[in-house]
Nanobody, 117 residues
Framework: QVQLAESGGGLVQAGGSLRLSCAAS????????MGWFRQALGKQRELVAT???????VYADSVKGRFTISRDSAKNTVYLQMNSLKPGDTGVYYC???????????WGPGTQVIVSS
């Protein structure tokens, strides 16, 4: 079984930065891609950033140029550097893994990000 634990959220003013971390554990931790999702209050969870196993990255248009996803394979940790934050970035951020083309049901508790105007 795989466990994912997100951390690094908090309250920040618009224009500020946060760095989120996602630590993965479990004997069967394998993936073809890792992703960061966010869910704003009353909205569906959306994928904002993906890093493929080979290292290439994909971003949602809403965060392109402001967010950077990266990975430390030795630590089984994925990061999301978020700069120039906007109130619209507010939400609970989750990481997850994909095998093949399917995202797994390994959701962690998430980490709350609040961006004040």
């Amino acid at each position: 079984q795989v466990q994912l634990a997100e951390s690094g959220g908090g309250l920040v003013q618009a224009g500020g930065s946060l760095r989120l971390s996602c630590a993965a554990s479990g004997s069967d931790f394998t993936f073809d891609a890792m992703g960061w999702f966010r869910q704003a209050l009353g909205k569906q969870r959306e994928l904002v950033a993906t890093i493929i196993s080979g290292g290439s990255t994909v971003y949602a248009d809403s965060v392109k140029g402001r967010f950077t996803i990266s990975r430390d394979s030795a630590k089984n940790t994925v990061y999301l550097q978020m700069n120039s934050l906007k109130p619209g970035d507010t939400g609970v951020y989750y990481c997850n893994r994909r095998t093949g083309w399917s995202w797994k049901n390994d959701w962690g508790p998430g980490t709350q990000v609040i961006v004040s105007s």
